[in-house]
T-cell receptor
C-alpha cells in the first residue's frame, strides 16, 4: 500500500533562511505524482508544488523547490528566503497511478518562522 | 477564492443528528473528492466522484454517504453523528488527472 512519511512534526527557521521539509514515500507503481500543500492557521489547503514521477528536472515554483530523489523515494520541499507568512502546516501528498487518482497525505510538518 | 465552494463553513450539532455538507467544484472540473481532517487521524480520503459516478472509496464510515449531482456539485451526508466525527471536512475538485483545488472546508463540531 502506498504511504507518505513526514518525520518532522515541527521545524523552526529564522526569517530569510532556507528550510527543508522532509517527505518519503512508498509505492510499487511506476507512475505517480507528488504534491506539497500549505495549511495556514485559517485552515485552507494551498497547493504549492507538483512533481511527476517521470519528470527529470526538480520542480520549482518561486521560492519553493522540490528535491526529488527517485531512487531514495524522497520528495523534500525546500523553501528559500523564509518569510513570517510561511509559518503553517505543510503536507506532502501522493497520487498513485492513473486510475486511482486520490491523494494520500502525510501527517504534516508544522513550520514556524521567527524574526 | 480557490473556485471550490464549501458550505457551511461552520456547523455545530448534537450527537445522533444528521448533517449535509455541500461542495461546488471549480468550473469545468469533473472530479470531486471528500477528505476528513481530524487531530488523531490526520487527512483521510473519504470518497471520490467523477462526473456523477462513484470512482473511489476510502475510509468512509457506513453512517456517511455522498453523491454528485448532474450539475456536478456534491453533498456529503453524515448521520448518527458521534463526538469523534468532529473534524474539518474538505472538498477538492480536479479535471481528469489534473491538479487538485481544495475548498476552504467545513468545520463540524459535534457536541
Amino acid at each position: 500500500a502506498q504511504k507518505i512519511t513526514q518525520t518532522q512534526p515541527g521545524m523552526f527557521v529564522q526569517e530569510k533562511e532556507a528550510v527543508t521539509l522532509d517527505c518519503t514515500y512508498d509505492t510499487s507503481d511506476q507512475s505517480y505524482g507528488l504534491f506539497w500543500y500549505k495549511q495556514p492557521s485559517s485552515g485552507e489547503m494551498i497547493f504549492l508544488i507538483y512533481q511527476g514521477s517521470y519528470d527529470e528536472q526538480n520542480a520549482t515554483e518561486g521560492r519553493y523547490s522540490l528535491n526529488f530523489q527517485k531512487a531514495r523515494k524522497s520528495a523534500n520541499l525546500v523553501i528559500s528566503a523564509s518569510q513570517l507568512g510561511d509559518s503553517a502546516m505543510y503536507f506532502c501528498a501522493m497520487r498513485e497511478g492513473y486510475n486511482t487518482d486520490k491523494l494520500i497525505f502525510g501527517t504534516g510538518t508544522r513550520l514556524q518562522v521567527f524574526p | 477564492d480557490s473556485g471550490v465552494t464549501q458550505t457551511p463553513k461552520h456547523l455545530i450539532t448534537a450527537t445522533g443528528q444528521r448533517v449535509t455538507l455541500r461542495c461546488s467544484p471549480r468550473s469545468g472540473d469533473l472530479s470531486v473528492y471528500w477528505y476528513q481532517q481530524s487531530l488523531d487521524q490526520g487527512l483521510q480520503f473519504l470518497i471520490q466522484y467523477y462526473n456523477g459516478e462513484e470512482r473511489a472509496k476510502g475510509n468512509i464510515l457506513e453512517r456517511f454517504s455522498a453523491q454528485q449531482f448532474p450539475d456536478l456539485h456534491s453533498e456529503l451526508n453524515l448521520s448518527s453523528l458521534e463526538l469523534g466525527d468532529s473534524a474539518l471536512y474538505f472538498c477538492a475538485s480536479s479535471p481528469y488527472l489534473g491538479g487538485y483545488t481544495f475548498g476552504s472546508g467545513t468545520r463540524l463540531t459535534v457536541v
